[in-house]
């Protein structure tokens, strides 16, 4: 079992910046790759960026690419997302995902830009 806690998420004024983490505990061994999606109310849950563990290649949505920053920390079992010049169109509950043989969610952090 792997349990994921994301962190941080909050309120800000759009141009302004957020970094979220997503910390992983439990079985973390053989992590596959880690990523960030978003659902705003009303509207599907969207991918928003991926990582894989052992390259590092990373993945972006094309309304993030060049503002949104995805990292990870392996000996932390961490991922983070940096979030900058944010748009109210990024509000929305931002879930972590860990792809091992099988997929976890964490909880969800809000995040609303006004």
Do not use: H
């Amino acid at each position: 079992q792997v349990q994921l806690v994301e962190s941080w998420g909050g309120s800000v004024q759009a141009g302004g910046s957020l970094r979220l983490s997503c910390a992983a505990s439990g079985y973390t061994y053989n992590r596959n790759c880690m990523a960030w999606f978003r659902q705003a109310p009303g509207k599907e849950r969207e991918g928003v960026a991926r990582i894989a563990t052992g390259s590092g290649n990373t993945y972006y949505a094309d309304s993030v690419k060049g503002r949104f920053t995805i990292s990870q920390d392996n000996a932390k079992n961490t991922v983070y997302l940096q979030m900058n010049s944010l748009k109210s169109e990024d509000s929305a509950l931002y879930y972590c995902f860990g792809g091992w043989d099988v997929g976890y969610w964490g909880q969800g952090t809000q995040v609303t830009v006004s």
